[in-house]
């Protein structure tokens, strides 16, 4: 049973034969960017009279120094005062592997494993003759406190407005990322639909995501990927366990993949057979209020006024309000770029202004409780008069594609 050519229709060998590398891919960053973005922070101290910030292994380190390197008990960060080269602080033993990695100039300063890497930040802030340190919002709480102990006079600052002031706007190259990555997501998720029948099991169609992904050429295949159906769906994030499908529910598929760091994120829901009056209706409402919070996109709008143009439209509908269920249970949506939720956050109370070039899911999921639930989720980046989307959105219940 199908619902639509869209849905169905492929078996496993038929969608493993139209996976190939993605024949466009996206350039990297340049290193002139990489400069831009630390001037951009040197700019952001001065006007926060703050005479350094202290980047440590994450996405902020990448995004500032090329540098990709997980979080881990040894401090691997970058330290950028107001004058002089950035200075990176690495294990000794990790050298050669940073080297290979690092793609601004920098001071390179070691430490080895008896050694504490906090003293040793303390002392090069003294080196600089610097007063103030602002620390990475994503920094360990232990981290911090370790570096009090050790800053004497020096104090320390949330570095939120500098990390954020440099990563909420995102640049041509930026965007260019983004847009291989959810067209990528989005192909994967055209053939996982091709790929529904009755039985399929939810860890079948997972192990396929992660491949397609993989094939196309995702830094690390899927870097998520939820796959509910029926009841399921009730739940935004799903519910733990195998399921299989059978004929007449809802499928919902949240799944995404990262394109030199840069993240997708796209969520589809769509029938497999034939829906009741009751999808029907809230799949269009939830279409219905996805587009309101797109139309309500603008420069100079708030993060807020977005979440409420879509509530608004499911309240009008009799659900709700607010996060009562039947209704909304959550906000409309979240930032992207390096990370995948990042500031800024489209939700009730949230006074951030849209500026152009900022990037955010349209995701108001409405949920019937014990019943169903449908979210429908594409990514927009806000432009000089409205917004643009990265992925068309879904025309309807049983045509999941444009």
Known sequence: MTSSRQIGGLDLAQARAALAPWPSPAPAIAPEEYRQRL??????????????????????????????WGASERMVGLLLTQHGEPIVICPAFERGSLEHVLLVPADIRLWEEHDDP???VADLLREHGARSLALDPAAPFVMGERL????????????????????LCKSPAELALMKQATAMTLQVHR?????????????ELVCFIDEAHRAMGADNGSSFCIVQFGQ?????????????????????????CTVQG?????????????????????????RAAQQAAFDAVRPGVTC?????????????????????????????????GMSIHETPYLVRGNPTVLQPGMCCSNEPMIVVPDRFGVRLEDHFYVTEDGAAWFTPPSPAIDRPFA
């Not at 009090?148 to 990563?167: E, K, N, P």
């Not at 053939?191 to 860890?203: K, N, P, T, V």
């Not at 799903?238 to 799944?255: A, C, H, R, S």
Request: net charge negative; with cysteine.
């Open 39 to 68: 001037a951009h922070a040197r700019r952001l101290l001065g006007e926060h009279k703050i005479d350094a910030v202290l980047i440590t292994a994450g996405t902020s380190l990448r995004y500032f120094s090329g540098v990709a």
């Open 262 to 286: 840069y993240h997708s994120d796209i969520t589809r829901t769509y029938i497999f057979g034939e829906p009741t009056a009751e999808h029907l209706r809230i799949w269009d409402l939830e």
């Open 148 to 167: 009090r102990a050790v800053l004497g006079d020096t104090s320390l600052h949330d570095a939120s407005a500098i990390v954020d002031g440099c990563r």
């Open 304 to 336: 807020a006024s977005v979440d409420d143009a879509a509530r608004a439209v499911v309240e009008r509908a009799g659900l709700g309000p607010d996060y009562q269920l039947p209704g909304i249970p959550h906000r409309t949506g979240h930032g992207c």
């Open 118 to 120: 906090h003293q040793l």
């Open 232 to 256: 399921a769906t009730a739940y935004p994030h799903g519910v733990p366990g195998e399921q299989y499908l059978t004929p007449n529910e809802l499928v919902l598929i949240d799944t995404g």
């Open 191 to 203: 053939l996982a639909a091709g790929l529904m029948r009755e039985g399929i099991s939810r860890g």
